[in-house]
């Protein structure tokens, strides 16, 4: 079965400070990838997705995330945080022996102090 | 094309009332899905239709709830004796075939208070 596990319910950093999200997965065949992010009162916006072709993707806003299978890791990273990035951060994982569904990890909202 | 629709944002009903929230998916995909997302939480699959074909349901999606989608387009999501424990946002989501290659697109999901 896949999981997904995301330390740290609540991150701050400063305006222009480094942002670090970090995604653990779990799941028994190769998987996809997926980054949302969700505004207050909003739905969920794509991010950026891992399908096995690069393991370094790049996503929108400045966002990318590491593929690495050995750590089962799937951390979002941006260099410099902006203001507008306050947001809840979701990783999501599906793999197609799953079906079509995805499986959410619990988010980790950000903070960006100024 | 404007996305994926879902009405109403917020709805706000007394317990034991039924309550129906709708969702227009993107029209060239044929794939919809329910996620219920409580406060704090991640979303959680409920259900996933395939054109009109409902093909897997959850767990959570106990017998006061069901959906549809009748002709393979809008689908619409019911709930009958909405308990206090049904407060949640109830998002809709579709995608092309392929979804784990493509990702969803959300709505802005339907925010549901049981009074």
């Known amino acids: 079965a896949q999981s997904v596990t995301q330390l740290g319910s609540h991150v701050s950093v400063s305006e222009g400070a480094l942002v670090l999200l970090r995604c653990n997965y779990s799941s028994s065949v190769p998987p996809y990838l997926f980054w949302y992010v969700q505004y207050p009162n909003q739905g969920l916006q794509l991010l950026l997705k891992?399908?096995?072709?690069?393991?370094l993707v790049k996503g929108i806003n400045g966002f990318e995330a590491e593929f690495k299978k050995s750590e089962t890791s799937f951390h979002l990273t941006k260099p410099s945080a902006h203001m507008s990035d306050a947001a809840e951060y979701f990783c999501a994982v599906s793999d197609y022996s799953y079906g079509q569904n995805f499986v959410f990890g619990p988010g980790t909202r950000l903070s960006v102090l100024p | 094309d404007t996305g994926v629709s879902q009405d109403p944002r917020h709805k706000i009903t007394k317990r034991g009332q039924n309550v129906t929230f709708r969702c227009d998916p993107i029209s060239e995909h044929n794939r919809l899905y329910w996620y219920r997302q409580t406060l704090g939480q991640g979303p959680e699959f409920l259900t996933y239709?395939?054109?009109?074909?409902?093909?897997?349901k959850s767990r959570l999606l106990s017998d006061r709830f069901s959906a549809e989608r009748p002709k393979g387009s809008f689908s619409t999501l019911e709930i009958q004796r909405t308990e206090q424990g049904d407060s949640a946002m109830y998002l809709c989501?579709?995608?092309?075939?392929?979804?784990?290659?493509?990702?969803?697109?959300f709505g802005s999901g339907t925010r549901l208070t049981v009074v």
């Open positions: 891992y399908t096995s072709a690069a393991t």
């Open positions: 239709f395939q054109n009109e074909a409902q093909l897997e």
């Open positions: 989501a579709s995608s092309p075939p392929g979804a784990h290659r493509y990702g969803y697109t």
